[in-house]
C-alpha cells in the first residue's frame, strides 16, 4: 500500500517579506480572476469555454521574457496590442474553424 506523506512548515516573515508575500498573492489572485471572467464570458456568448493551453502558452510566454529581461537578454516585456496586425497562436488542437494553421510541434 502506498502512503503519502505530508509536511507542514511554518513560517515567521520579517515585516519586508510578509508584504512582499502579499503582493504575490494579490497578484496571483487577479490573474486567476482575469482569467476565470474571460473564460466564463466566451462560455455565456458561445456556449464554449477557451483552449486552456493557449491561456497557459501566453503565461509561459510571459515568464520567459521576464527571464529574459532579468538576464539583461531582452528588454522589458510590452504589452500586446489588438492592432498589431501579426498575432501568434499556439495550441496542440489541430482543428480550428475557419482557419489553416500549421501545428509547430508536431511539424505537420
Same mark, same amino acid.
Given at each position: 500500500?502506498?502512503?503519502k506523506k505530508a509536511f507542514h $512548515?511554518?513560517?515567521?516573515? +520579517?515585516?519586508?517579506?510578509?508584504?512582499?508575500?502579499?503582493?504575490?498573492?494579490?497578484?496571483r489572485r487577479s490573474v486567476f +480572476?482575469?482569467?476565470?471572467?474571460?473564460?466564463?464570458?466566451?462560455?455565456?456568448?458561445?456556449?464554449?469555454?477557451?483552449?486552456?493551453?493557449?491561456?497557459?502558452?501566453?503565461?509561459?510566454?510571459?515568464?520567459?521574457? $521576464?527571464?529574459?529581461?532579468?538576464?539583461?537578454? +531582452?528588454?522589458?516585456?510590452?504589452?500586446?496590442?489588438?492592432? +498589431?496586425?501579426?498575432q501568434t497562436y499556439h495550441s496542440?488542437?489541430?482543428? $480550428?474553424?475557419?482557419?489553416?494553421?500549421?501545428?509547430?510541434?508536431?511539424?505537420?
Amino acid at each position: 500500500m502506498l502512503r503519502k506523506k505530508a509536511f507542514h $512548515f511554518r513560517s515567521f516573515p +520579517n515585516q519586508e517579506q510578509a508584504v512582499l508575500i502579499s503582493k504575490t498573492l494579490k497578484c496571483r489572485r487577479s490573474v486567476f +480572476n482575469r482569467f476565470l471572467a474571460c473564460w466564463n464570458e466566451t462560455y455565456k456568448q458561445t456556449g464554449k469555454g477557451l483552449d486552456s493551453t493557449v491561456l497557459q502558452s501566453s503565461l509561459q510566454t510571459l515568464a520567459d521574457a $521576464f527571464t529574459r529581461f532579468f538576464k539583461k537578454q +531582452n528588454e522589458a516585456p510590452r504589452f500586446k496590442s489588438e492592432k +498589431n496586425k501579426v498575432q501568434t497562436y499556439h495550441s496542440c488542437r489541430k482543428t $480550428f474553424e475557419g482557419l489553416y494553421i500549421q501545428s509547430v510541434a508536431d511539424g505537420i
